[in-house]
């Protein structure tokens, strides 16, 4: 899991531009995507670009030439703080002049990593900023493409449900996943009633869930008010954003609903695990216990032969030793019987 360092150096102004992140600045990319109703011409530089409607900032190395390049946008200095410190929670901002989100994309590849988007959303324009290339941006992209005309007669907040829309499904599958392997742990457990789990993948799939948790609360939050400005904002009943960010919401009510039900289930695999451990570790004692109690009889026996006397009974005679061996032997066979009986073993 990437570990988040970050901190304020001393001193620094409200709305100082200065990167904090867990890694070195991915290296800026610049494209820019305009889209006319006959095709989509891609650019690399903004400023031979007419009507852009989405502007595609990739890595934060080269803050100061992306600063240079969006100066005609006049953003607030204390936006582009947020965006360059990649730390933040997915929020919702209304501006006089735009709107700003962040969100979140996260990956579970190779280990637990988030990339923080952010979005700034003006009147023709969409202008977003990732820590490092989006997987889901690229699948959009593939979709922009292809069906260019649907993203032109429907507008920029058409792009910017497709975006999101990705990144929320992004997390319902890495979700589907988690409860998967819940699921799996569970069905082993199913195969023998006192067989554990293995508790060190329960604890990694629960650091999983904790770890996207974080960030499904707070995109619920801001779907909601994407859903809150489209019902505001829309005039056209036939192009209507609507009932596309109404669907947006549905799969981040879900989402929140299986991720709810998602820890319930670890909760009931881990107290079932730890009520098997418990069972185990009975089990193992009440071996013990058994053992212990089948030996005293010879303990007993022996002990009484071994006291320092003169005289004790069947000490001169010619078979004493094997019928105390017997003795002990029988009365040790006699309590496991017993025992057996009982189904105390």
Not at 168 to 186: C, P, W
Not at 318 to 334: C, E, K, Q, R, T
């Amino acid at each position: 899991m990437r570990k988040k360092l970050f901190f304020k150096s001393k001193g620094m102004a409200p709305g100082t531009i200065i990167y904090e992140g867990d890694t070195p600045p991915a290296k800026t990319s610049i494209q820019v995507y305009e889209i006319t109703s006959q095709n989509i011409l891609k650019h690399e530089n903004i400023c031979n670009t007419q009507n852009p409607l989405w502007i595609r900032i990739s890595g934060l190395s080269d803050s100061e030439g992306i600063i240079e390049a969006l100066k005609q946008y006049n953003i607030s200095s204390l936006t582009l703080e947020d965006i360059f410190e990649t730390y933040h929670n997915p929020k919702f901002d209304d501006t006089f002049d735009y709107d700003f989100i962040i969100m979140r994309s996260i990956n579970f590849n190779d280990n637990m990593q988030d990339n923080q988007i952010s979005f700034i959303v003006m009147e023709n324009v969409l202008i977003t900023f990732e820590e490092y290339s989006c997987d889901e941006f690229n699948i959009v992209l593939q979709r922009l493409f292809k069906h260019f005309y649907n993203f032109y007669t429907r507008g920029i907040n058409y792009l910017i449900y497709a975006l999101i829309d990705a990144l929320i499904d992004n997390y319902i599958a890495i979700l589907n996943n988690i409860n998967l392997a819940v699921d799996n742990l569970e069905d082993n457990m199913l195969s023998d009633v006192l067989l554990p789990c293995d508790t060190a993948e329960l604890f990694h799939l629960k650091r999983k869930v904790n770890f996207l948790s974080r960030h499904t609360r707070a995109s619920y939050d801001v779907v909601n008010q994407l859903l809150k400005l489209s019902m505001a904002h829309s005039l056209d009943e036939e192009l209507s954003i609507v009932p596309y960010y109404e669907d947006l919401f549905e799969h981040s009510l879900y989402l929140n609903e299986a991720m709810q039900y998602c820890k319930d289930s670890i909760r009931s695999v881990y107290d079932e695990n730890m009520t098997r451990l418990q069972m185990k570790s009975n089990k193992f004692v009440n071996i013990l216990t058994m053992l212990s109690t089948l030996m005293l009889p010879p303990m007993v026996v022996g002990g009484i032969f071994g006291m320092n006397f003169d005289e004790i009974p069947f000490s001169s005679y010619p078979h004493g030793f094997i019928l105390s061996i017997a003795a002990m032997f029988g009365i040790s066979l006699i309590l496991a019987l017993f025992f057996k009986k009982k189904g105390y073993f």
